[in-house]
Antibody, heavy 118, light 104 residues
């Protein structure tokens, strides 16, 4: 059974940093591109970033590329998202998801909540 | 940047009725469009990919059609569990549409 489990969310002060993790199991992690998607309260999903299966290429949403860094450790079947200089508008549930067919997301984690507040 | 516009924003229907949701792209995207369903407190669930292919385990009452800039998700006969928010997503920059809620 494919499972994606995010962790690392929580309460952080404005200007702080977080590293989110996504532990994958039930499939060969190293052959799939992986995504991070976030969803602010009452809003739709927002693409953040994608990383290729080997980790040799990454892509970011134009509005987010400066503060977000995606990475992966295939030996640990784990995906990461580093978020720096957190702002109030970064408050959201952050999901990791597996990519198929170059774009669509066939499995999603349950999400981890990031709250930004002083 | 390619933008996806979904309409209507809200669709008020009853169980057993047919739902037709639209997703329009600002430029041609071929057939590279996916649809997702999301219920409160849950992650989105893939319904349709490549405009018309049902994902694994998705009931036949869900169907997708369209190409280039105009796409449609149809639910032939609404079941109680189908009342949710639906999103489209395209390949070029992985962006999602704004969503459409099917409400009772």
């Amino acid at each position: 059974e494919v499972q994606l489990v995010e962790s690392g969310g929580g309460l952080v002060q404005p200007g702080g940093s977080l590293r989110l993790s996504c532990a994958a199991s039930g499939f060969t992690f190293s052959v799939y591109s992986m995504h991070w998607v976030r969803q602010a309260p009452g809003k739709g999903p927002e693409f953040i970033s994608v990383i290729t299966s080997s980790g040799d290429a990454t892509f970011y949403a134009d509005s987010l590329k400066d503060r977000f860094t995606i990475s992966r450790d295939n030996s640990k079947s784990t995906l990461y998202l580093q978020i720096d200089s957190l702002r109030a508008d970064d408050m959201a549930v952050y999901f990791c998801a597996r990519e198929r067919g170059g774009y669509y997301l066939d499995y999603w984690g349950q999400g981890t909540l990031v709250t930004v507040s002083s | 940047e390619i933008v996806l516009t979904q309409s209507p924003a809200t669709l008020s229907l009853s169980p057993g009725e047919r739902a037709t949701l639209s997703c329009r792209a600002s430029q041609s995207i071929g057939s590279s469009l996916a649809w997702y369903q999301q219920k409160p407190g849950q992650a989105p669930r893939l319904l349709i990919y490549d405009a018309s292919n049902r994902a694994t385990g998705i009931p036949a009452r869900f169907s997708g059609s369209g190409s280039a800039t105009d796409f449609t998700l149809t639910i032939s006969s609404l079941e109680p569990e189908d009342f949710a928010v639906y999103y489209c997503q395209q390949r070029t920059n992985w962006l999602f549409g704004g969503g459409a809620e099917v409400e009772i």
